[in-house]
């Protein structure tokens, strides 16, 4: 039985000038699972998890071709607005960038812009939203301090937090824990684990010991290519390509 998906990738090629990147990626992305995307530096993991919020769009000398379906609907239709989708997905940097304001307004400014304006509905979601992050305990009585005092830790919590307040139907992660300690990145792993419950997450990481515990299903990306991808316990106890198996032993890297 195939896995349940309203996310999924036919044929996508990416190029940046006369460099292709992405080479004809078809994939599924399966529902209220967590997806990790792994593959060594420059394999076009990163630009893979950007094409799916259309993240691209202002990247000047882009070519991007084929589909990517949201709900059965194509992002890349000329009638779909880029804001349409991306209020769809939540997206972890690899960096926290929290907004130059307090721990609450950071997690009501995406309501705000979509008209929500009521000030205890926005109490009640900024509460419910840090708590689904495992922040609320830490920041509770900091909520109108400047983002900026949070540890790294605290602000890609955040950022998390900040995604999620925006109802989106998938979580997007840019090697989200590269800039964090091993507490820090542990205490994210965990949330991201917990809210796959209601939400797709798709994770890109370099760190193979992390795709170890988080992921339900992996894609490896070799040289622009999709080699490889199935559930995670089948991908690393019977890689089928070779080169899945030399990057799982290290031989490439």
Request: hydrophobic residues 40%; charged residues 30%.
């Amino acid at each position: 039985m195939e896995p349940q998906t309203h996310l999924r990738i036919r044929n996508l090629s990416v190029s940046y000038g006369a460099q292709e990147v992405l080479k004809n990626v078809s994939l599924d992305i399966p529902d209220r699972k967590i997806t990790v995307i792994i593959g060594p530096s420059g394999c076009g993991k990163t630009t893979l998890l950007k094409s799916l919020n259309r993240l691209l769009d202002s990247v000047d000398g882009i070519r991007i071709e084929g589909h990517i379906f949201v709900d059965d609907e194509d992002i890349y239709d000329p009638r779909v607005e880029a804001t349409h989708i991306r209020k769809k997905m939540g997206l972890l940097s690899q960096k926290p960038q929290v907004l130059p304001m307090s721990v609450f307004d950071n997690i009501a400014y995406g309501p705000k812009i979509h008209g929500l304006r009521d000030r205890k509905r926005l109490r009640v979601l900024v509460e419910r939203e840090l708590k689904a992050a495992g922040l609320w305990d830490e920041v509770k009585d900091r909520l109108h301090e400047p983002a900026s005092r949070l540890s790294v830790g605290q602000q890609q919590r955040l950022c998390l937090a900040r995604g999620l307040a925006v109802e989106p139907e998938i979580i997007l992660g840019d090697e989200p824990t590269s800039a964090l300690d091993p507490q820090s990145s542990r205490i994210v792993e965990q949330r991201l684990i917990a809210l796959k419950s209601e939400y797709t997450v798709i994770v890109v990481t370099h760190i193979l010991r992390q795709a170890r515990r988080i992921a339900d299903h992996l894609a490896f990306l070799y040289l622009g290519e999709l080699v490889e991808h199935g559930p995670a316990a089948e991908f690393f106890a019977n890689p089928r390509d070779p080169r899945t198996r030399a990057y799982l032993t290290g031989e490439i890297s």
